[in-house]
């Protein structure tokens, strides 16, 4: 374990954990017992028990990035707060201007239509928050079976070094919630340029509600989902999209 360690380029983040593997960096993060603590970083080569959105697994073999940021807010949580995580990851120097990639709403990092990335945030007292990101750097076919992913590396043709992502995505999460505080300006427009299901007919399965059909036509300022059904506008603040 490397704990203590300095990350070129990024400052104010104490401390900064690096661990061989973990059960979640999550529930590290988590885990440091402190209402003082403003800020740490959690880093892993591996994870034994990670997870995404609604509890589902997440696996994480070794090879890939395993990140979560330890966070205050100016302002409490909201969905907000992920789509601004997505965009800032989607526009690291590392990936600028290379077409084809997507978000699809709230927290999934996808390029042409395969997975690279996701996001799972979670609220702690006040106005903390553990944001928890997993990027693929390497081909993980062999190990996921029921979605088309693909990889950092095949998406910028280059190899990557792991400790400079860890530093571009770190910055990238710092801007993020920067970009929350001062209330996520123009976030409609901006998300619409990687949504991945614009316009698409897709299905909104949610546990506490009937699942809910129609054609995403966009995002609210709060960040919510638009979905043009038979029955109206619906605005969806929490669910699982799928393409139908």
């Not at 509890?55 to 409490?76: A, E, I, V």
Request: proline letters at 4%; hydrophobic letters at 45%.
């Amino acid at each position: 374990m490397r704990y203590g360690l300095k990350l070129h380029g990024v400052t104010g983040l104490d401390p900064i954990v690096w661990l061989p593997s973990t059960s979640s960096t999550n529930d590290v993060a988590k885990a440091i017992n402190s209402h003082a603590l403003t800020s740490a970083l959690v880093i892993s080569n591996q994870q034994q028990a990670g997870r995404g959105q609604a509890g589902r697994t997440w696996q994480s073999p070794k090879g890939n990035l395993y990140l979560s940021l330890r966070w205050t807010l100016q302002h409490p949580v909201s969905g907000r707060l992920a789509l601004e995580v997505a965009l800032a990851l989607v526009n690291m120097p590392i990936l600028a201007h290379h077409a084809g990639l997507q978000i699809k709403w709230p927290n999934d990092l996808y390029f042409n239509g395969a997975k690279w990335g996701g996001i799972l945030i979670e609220p702690l007292h006040d106005n903390q928050v553990v944001i928890g990101v997993g990027l693929n750097l390497q081909s993980m076919q062999a190990q996921v079976s029921d979605q088309q992913v693909t990889d950092l590396q095949a998406i910028t043709g280059q190899a990557l070094d792991v400790t400079e992502l860890a530093v571009q995505t770190t910055l990238a999460l710092i801007h993020a919630c920067q970009q929350f505080d001062h209330g996520s300006l123009e976030l409609p427009t901006r998300f619409a340029a990687f949504d991945a299901l614009l316009q698409q007919q897709v299905v909104v399965h949610s546990p506490a509600q009937t699942d809910v059909q129609g054609t995403i036509i966009g995002i609210q300022p709060d960040g919510a989902l638009l979905l043009n059904t038979l029955n109206g506008t619906k605005v969806i603040y929490s669910g699982q999209v799928r393409a139908v």
